[in-house]
């Protein structure tokens, strides 16, 4: 799988966007984009996938630069609720035997009143 | 519709009692996942399972630890003699590869102690 790099903490007000970047630079063609998130004292909670085209669901809009090098997962207007750990995960969309989803140190966002 | 159910939810053991942790998968999916998280080394896969059987077990740590998947909708991860370096929060979770394979659903973990 291809290496990410996010940063260790964010801070955002509660009820302003919140932009969490990943770094991805060793993407291949077929990997996608995953972001989890993990809220204290919860199991990890899927957000949002990609390939290639920005995808927007209810909870959150994921932006993929054209290279496919970098991300950003945009919460819109963050709420004290969504203070918590943000997993940015690259992986094959594929089954097979191979369903090992890796998840690092992820970025702690921390939404403040 | 309920998601992926653990019990224990909190489980407190004396160092070489034997531990059994359970859990009921989403109905319907055909993966089933053990992790553990730690502080010192966050979120690891221990074993997955494939309608019922089991995949990938090359995250379990050692022959204390032993999982099984009776049928679709039960599995127990067993740790036989318990240890303190295994308290951690361990969470099953569950998966249709119909809504991409990498999208997991999890539960809200077992968290271990072991004294």
């Known amino acids: 799988d291809a290496k990410t790099t996010q940063p260790t903490s964010m801070d955002c007000a509660e009820g302003r966007a919140a932009n969490l970047p990943c770094n991805h630079s060793t993407i291949s063609g077929n990997e996608y984009v995953y972001w989890y998130r993990q809220i204290h004292s919860q199991g990890p909670q899927y957000i949002i996938h990609?390939?290639?085209n920005n995808e927007t669901n209810e909870m959150a809009s994921l932006i993929i630069t054209e290279d496919r090098k970098s991300s950003t997962l945009i919460l819109p207007h963050a709420t004290l609720r969504d203070t918590a750990v943000y997993y940015c995960?690259?992986?094959?969309?594929?089954?097979?035997?191979?369903?090992?989803?890796?998840f690092g140190k992820g970025t702690l966002l921390t939404v403040n009143p | 519709d309920a998601g992926v159910i653990q019990s224990p939810r909190h489980e407190v053991t004396e160092m070489g009692q034997e531990v059994t942790l359970r859990c009921k998968p989403i109905?319907?999916?055909?993966?089933l996942f053990w992790y553990r998280q730690t502080m010192m080394r966050g979120l690891e896969l221990l074993i997955y399972?494939?309608?019922?059987?089991?995949?990938?077990d090359s995250g379990m740590p050692e022959d204390r630890f032993s999982a099984k998947m009776p049928n679709a909708s039960f599995s127990t991860l067993k740790i036989q003699p318990s240890e303190p370096r295994d308290s951690a929060v361990y969470f099953c979770a569950s998966s249709l590869p119909g809504l991409g394979v990498n999208t997991i659903y999890f539960g809200e973990g077992s968290w271990l102690t072991v004294v």
């Open positions: 109905s319907g999916h055909d993966y």
């Open positions: 399972f494939n309608n019922n059987v089991p995949i990938d």
């Open positions: 995960i690259v992986r094959f969309n594929s089954g097979g035997s191979n369903y090992k989803l890796t």
């Open positions: 990609g390939l290639k």
